[in-house]
């Protein structure tokens, strides 16, 4: 069973895409599972948020769509065309002009024997977008100015270590920008930023979506920063995606037990940090998994048929979706009220909602 999320039509499209990856050696080398069979769209200048806890398979999602890994299984659809099926080199070429990527680390994503200038240039050759070594400069200063860099000719003859962290990812977005793509993956692009230029980075990125039409995956452990940025927040966990929904209708009425245990974390600014919500200790076993919802042995709202299969998909509203069993099978069964609040755990489904209201 896989997990869908679409708007409209879809510029990008992953349907199924899984990843395993093979761990140890012996005649019996057992697989590692990273990514299980994930279904999801990206909608015209739509940003789509994909939050979760480190491991859950969030960047592996990016590196794939990227191209920077292959998937094991699955199909990344592009304007509607397989492009896992394009074998020329111009097609491929293609594809990756149109869809860009932001690193974590503007520091380590960077040469840094490299001009900035040089940065920049780079993709613009490769791609076609200079003729001539005077377009060539017109083109790197109207992408340090389009970031918000300048004098855009004094930063080009710059070095990576001559800037400052928020002054190299805006290098970072840039050099994304180069080949005029239609599609950014950015994977945590602002989790190594001072927290007062973070929403200065994510206010560009806006003004571009905005600007150029570009759509977004934004790959993010800040919740707060997916539902200022995001139209859409998905839930990653295990290498499934959980839940998806509107990102503000996601915060304030989270439906999975995993979502609710997240926003339960936000920090109270009353002081408080009493925890209405807890996991139970452990991490989800990637290596030969066992039959059913992989944060089962974590849920506070856990079933016997948690444990024995793994929950289809449960489309709430138009727009919002779960994949667990206290929507599907488990209210069929009579354990989930009429609000979906779980009957052994009167009130989870509002705990994150109440905490958020508190907080105003």
């Given at each position: 069973m896989t997990t869908t999320d679409r708007q409209g039509q879809a510029i990008l499209e992953a349907q199924g895409i899984g990843k395993y990856f093979q761990v140890g050696g012996g005649f019996k080398p057992k697989r590692l599972r990273a990514l299980n069979e994930v279904s999801f769209a990206l909608g015209q200048?739509?940003?789509?948020?994909l939050v979760g806890e480190s491991g859950s398979g969030k960047s592996t999602i990016?590196?794939?769509?990227?191209?920077?890994?292959?998937p094991s299984t699955g199909k990344i659809l592009f304007r509607g065309r397989d492009i896992l099926q394009e074998e020329p080199?111009?097609?491929?070429?293609?594809?990756?002009?149109?869809?860009?990527?932001?690193?974590?680390?503007?520091?380590?994503?960077?040469?840094?024997?490299?001009?900035?200038?040089?940065?920049l240039e780079r993709?613009?050759?490769?791609?076609?977008?200079?003729?001539s070594d005077a377009e060539l400069r017109d083109r790197v200063n109207e992408l340090l100015e389009t970031v918000d860099l300048r004098p855009a000719a004094e930063l080009a003859a710059r070095y990576p270590h001559q800037l400052s962290g928020g002054q190299r990812q805006r290098v970072a977005i840039a050099r994304a920008l180069a080949p005029g793509p239609s599609v950014?993956?950015?994977?945590?692009?602002?989790?190594?930023?001072?927290?007062?230029?973070?929403?200065?980075?994510?206010?560009?990125?806006?003004?571009?979506?905005?600007?150029?039409?570009?759509?977004?995956?934004?790959?993010?452990?800040?919740?707060?920063?997916?539902?200022y940025f995001a139209d859409r927040t998905m839930v990653m966990y295990a290498g499934h995606i959980v839940e998806g929904a509107p990102s503000e209708e996601l915060?304030?009425?989270?439906?999975?037990?995993?979502?609710?245990?997240?926003?339960?974390?936000?920090?109270?600014?009353?002081?408080?940090?009493?925890?209405?919500?807890?996991a139970k200790s452990g991490a989800p076993k990637l290596i030969d998994p066992p039959p059913g919802c992989p944060f089962a042995d974590r849920c506070p709202s856990a079933m016997a048929v948690c444990r024995q299969e793994m929950p289809g998909t449960t489309?709430?509203?138009?727009n919002r979706w779960v994949r667990c069993h206290l929507y599907g099978q488990g209210a069929t069964l009579g354990t989930v009220g009429t609000q979906g609040q779980s009957a052994t755990d009167p009130g989870i489904a509002n705990v994150a909602a109440r905490r958020l209201e508190e907080a105003r």
């Open positions: 200048r739509q940003v789509v948020a990016a590196r794939l769509l990227v191209r920077l890994m292959e080199r111009q097609a491929s070429l293609d594809y990756r002009a149109q869809v860009q990527m932001i690193f974590q680390d503007p520091f380590g994503s960077l040469n840094p024997v490299r001009t900035i200038g040089e940065h993709p613009l050759l490769i791609h076609g977008k200079a003729k950014i993956l950015a994977d945590e692009p602002i989790s190594m930023l001072d927290v007062s230029i973070r929403v200065g980075v994510l206010n560009l990125m806006e003004r571009l979506k905005e600007e150029r039409g570009i759509s977004y995956l934004y790959i993010t452990h800040d919740i707060a920063s997916a539902r915060m304030q009425q989270p439906a999975h037990p995993y979502t609710q245990l997240l926003l339960s974390a936000v920090p109270d600014p009353n002081g408080s940090m009493k925890n209405e919500l807890k489309q709430l509203e138009q």
